[in-house]
Every structure is written in C-alpha cells, then in structure tokens.
C-alpha cells in the first residue's frame, strides 16, 4: 500500500485451529446451509501420519502483529469461513435458479416453434444457451453481464466443437440485432420456420452438451 514501510507482512485470520477442526467447521457449516447433503466421518491425523517431502512445523500461527500496525482488521476464522460459505450459498442459490429458467427457455423456444412465432424461438434459445453458460461460469467466477455466447463459453473447458461455437456465434447475433427496430425487418424475412426448426435443433443438441458437465447433477 503506498506509504506503508516495506517488508514482509503475515496475513492469517485471527485464532488458530487445525486442519481436523477446519474440516469439521466446514462440514458442520455444510450441512447446516444444505450444502453437503449426507453427513461424512472426518479423522484427524497426526504429522507423522501424513508425511510430506517438505518437513512442517509443529506449531505454525503466523504473528499479525506487524499488518496490524497499519489498521489492518483480521477477523476470526470461523467468521471469515461461514462468510465464504454463505457466498457459496448464495452462488448456489443464484445457479440453481438460472438453471431452472434454462428450461424453461428451452420448452418456451419449443412453444414459439408452434406457434409460428419464429423470432421469438431465437430470442428462447439464445437466453437457455446463455443461462446454462453462467451457471458454469459460477465455478469459475461470478459470471459477467454479458449476453455474447461465445465469451460466455470461453474458458469454461467445454467439449464443443466447431459447430457449436458457430450455434453461439448465430444465437448471439440474432439476439444483438432483435434489440434494434430497424434490423426486425430483416429479420422477419430471414426467420422462417425452416429456420426457426433448424436453430432450436441444434440449440437443443447445444444444451443437452453443456447440461452433461457435473454440476447440474446436484444443482
């Protein structure tokens, strides 16, 4: 920080604990937030039992005397740790929702379809695609504000292919150009029910791809 004197500065949370009871607090906190959904047997080892190439200390607290001359608050770390859990909450929460409005995207593409509303199957289909995305991008990090598929996909280590990322590129075009009036013209003449059928299909294909990835099993 400007003005702060050089050096080494140590930087823990407040208290001491081991890793036995740092895995206990997490389970605990776990499955009082319904995070974890069945309880687990946790052992504490000693040193000795749980050998490592690099010798470690007995004892191992950092001093945080020196950061705390600058004004520097250290919480405890049971409280820092139920604030990550409770944003892990959150997250979840956040996914959870995303992934039930996906569907429901997806199914009212599918009813636009039959009711000749082919525009509006577009518009369904990039906003299932463009869900499921963020709620991958929740393991990574808090998904951006952004509706382009293709740097919503990126980074997220999906097995598409080249046809895929052309689906991506064609659902986020549509859906830029149906926020301008002067473009629905054109539009409505290119969106017929050809190819309305055609880009639900491969949406379709699309989406079954990305909801195979892990998560969406527990979500």
């Known amino acids: 920080c400007p003005g702060c004197p050089p050096g080494i500065y140590h930087y823990t949370n407040a208290g001491q604990t081991t890793w036995y009871h740092f895995a206990c607090e997490i389970h605990r906190l776990g499955r009082q937030n319904g995070l974890l959904e069945r309880d687990c047997v946790i052992s504490p080892l000693t040193t000795d039992q749980y050998p490592t190439k690099a010798p470690r200390p007995a004892y191992s607290v950092l001093s945080k005397d020196k950061i705390q001359t600058l004004g520097v608050q250290v919480p405890g770390w049971e ?81 598409l292919n080249p046809d895929d990322y052309g689906i991506l590129k064609v659902l986020t075009d549509q859906y830029l150009k149906g926020r301008y009036p002067e473009d629905l013209p054109a539009m409505l003449a290119w969106m017929d029910r050809h190819r309305a059928a055609s880009l639900l299909e491969q949406t379709e294909r699309l989406y079954a791809t990305i909801r195979k990835q892990p998560v969406f099993s527990i979500l």
């Open 79 to 159: 409280e820092s740790l139920a604030a990550f859990m409770d944003d892990l909450c959150r997250y979840r929460d956040d996914m959870v929702d995303l992934a039930a409005m996906a569907m429901y995207d997806l199914e009212t593409a599918r009813a636009m379809q039959d009711a000749a509303r082919y525009l509006y199957v577009a518009y369904s289909c990039q906003q299932a695609v463009e869900k499921n995305l963020k709620v991958l991008g929740f393991l990574h990090h808090e998904p951006r504000r952004i509706h382009n598929l293709q740097e919503l996909a990126s980074g997220l280590n999906l097995p």
